[in-house]
């Protein structure tokens, strides 16, 4: 229970700090500060998610990947928001132009939309229909990678740490899956 | 009806004692509120530097909004310490900006070095007021102070096929701890760039020594950098060491870095996108609405005749 309420709350630590950092010790860039919090939480959450399958045999929060993944699914909806409202100031055209004219737009548009999908079949009822969709979500992941590493105009060494862990546990994953297929 | 005087005893009295000690309260009181006055305008003052240069001011003609200082000195791009724009304020103690000699060589008629004290007491400084805009798609407004680099053009008497000028930012990795990084660096280093001659020339290119009427922080640029003002902000290089007069182009740090995405000539232009951005607006710091971008950041009427026979879509 306690566990449960944990993994409920913890979440929402980037989005209490987001909205402290935003609002009331008024960062420099707002916009950009946004992209940077709600991205990178959404990454991690995403993977998290998958990081759970693989530690299932030492610790089972299975129960808990829909609510992550939701909450993953969150945060990047708060960053696609915040391209939508304040970066394209609700310009429905500059959002379409853009989507179509810049790499690093659309990776990001189709990881969202891709998300999007997960999220509405998450729901039981379409779940058993539309699971094995939800694979997906290893495409977002290199996707919103790239997307990561195009945000940024040089990588730095922390930088470079972050897209290793990204690297390694998608490698982690692969290799699982691979195994599970070997075994039948 | 009786008027009942109330009976004044010895106890209703204020004892002298008492009466004095209530006045003292009371003065302190109002010395208190002066006082507190005082202290508010001691921050404001506080948030803004004591200004140790002199300079002729800036009257601001076109009644730009200034930044704060805190928010010049607060968000840089400063890759020699960290790729984060948050943290250059506090790691960029190293750099130490009073042990520094400028060294002025290439196509001049007699290549010279100097202690940068020695080379700011040429020249008389100018505080100017301009748009600073980033290619990363955010913006600012700074009151610089300092020189027109023609002024230092002119001491250095560069001979005549001297075409461009081509600025060098220190290499010390004990001041610059992202040099010593090795692979890991985020860019190559020293960090160059490079103006043509007739840009360095215009009046508007300015040699900084200060902003807000005090002497660079370490996070701008000190002891010394470069202004310009029409260009994106990478090309106003920080903290310079060397001036070489050259008959080629520079090839400046970020086209070297990436070519497709940063060019030579770097002038702000809201009809030319950055391939990954649109450049048509910026983001004005500490506000949360976008501004549109101005041609040659606001500066058209004094540059874009330096370019007219250039097409701006491939010379980025």
Known sequence: MIRAAGLFVIP?????????????????????????????????????????SLIKKYMNFIKYRRM???????????????FYVFDAEFKLDFVIKESLDKPFVYLGMISFIILVFMAITSKKTLYSKYYKYHRLL?????????????????????????????????GLKFYQKKNVLFKG | MRLNHPKITQNDITPEELFNKRRRFLKLGAAAVVANSSIVELLAKDKYPTSNLNYIKDSNPSDLDLSTFDQITSYNNFYEFTTSKEKVKKLSHTLNPNAWTITIDGLVEKPFQLDISDLIKKFSLEERIYRFRCVEGWSMVVPWVGFEL?????????????KYVRFETLYDEERFPDQSRGVFSSIDYPYVEGLRMDEAMNPLTLMSVGLYGKTLENQNGAPIRLVVPWKYGFKSIKSISKITFTNEEPLNTWQKANPREYGFYANVNPNVDHPRWSQAKERVLGKFFKQKTLMFNGYEKE???????LDLKKFI
Do not use: C, E, R
């Not at chain 1, 707002?30 to 990454?43: D, E, L, N, R, V």
């Open chain 1, 68 to 82: 992550i993944g939701l909450y993953g699914f969150f945060y990047s909806l708060l960053h696609f928001l915040n």
């Open chain 1, 12 to 52: 929402l630590i980037p989005l209490v700090y987001l909205t402290y950092a935003v609002m009331i010790a008024q960062v420099n860039d707002p916009i950009k500060y946004i992209y940077s919090i709600t991205g990178s939480t959404a990454i991690v959450l995403l993977l998290l998610t998958t990081f759970l």
């Open chain 1, 138 to 170: 290893y495409v977002v992941l290199v996707l919103v990678t790239v997307h990561f590493v195009m945000a940024q105009k040089s990588l730095s060494i922390i930088q470079w740490v972050y897209l290793l862990v990204i690297i390694i546990l998608l």
């Open chain 2, 303 to 309: 540059v874009a005749s330096m370019y007219k026979n």
């Open chain 2, 150 to 162: 023609a002024k230092l053009i002119k001491l250095a008497k560069p001979l005549s096929d001297a």
